[in-house]
């Protein structure tokens, strides 16, 4: 009986040294890349118009998106149709309150309650296209116009990112 012991002991520690070596070794796999951080998008509201600055983004790299340290490198793109990520900053220089409308291709979002001579902040995910950007109880403010492009780049460059 003593014999078989150690055969079988020999045995599970032959195993499970080949169990162990089974998962060593190198692996081949893409990375994906790393996603875009949020692109800020400044809105303001007045009596008679509503101003977006920048009024086109992902249509390339955009220079705002790199921290300083990392200006001369490259942004990668990605090749990918995902929608792209976008905050609103919203201020509402009326004495009307209201809320931020967007509406274009598969979209239409509104933002939380825009107080009164207030800001408020909106984030969505929009797909490439023309978006209208309009103020809900503000009706003699001017829409604007918002472009989205396809372009998407990689935050691969950027350190210091949460």
Known sequence: MGRWRGKIAGACALGSLAFAMTGCGAQEHQNDPRPQ????VSVSITE???TVIPDRIAVGPEPTQQIPQNAHAGQPPVRSNAP???????ANLTDDASRLEVRGP???VSSEPLIANGAVTLQT?????IYRISAEDIPSAEP???AVGPYRSSSENDVLLP
């Open 106 to 108: 598969e979209t239409d």
């Open 125 to 129: 995910a929009l797909p490439a296209g």
């Open 37 to 40: 951080p949020p692109t800020r």
């Open 84 to 90: 792209l990520d976008v905050v609103f900053v919203t």
């Open 144 to 146: 604007a116009r918002l």
């Open 48 to 50: 008679d118009a509503i």
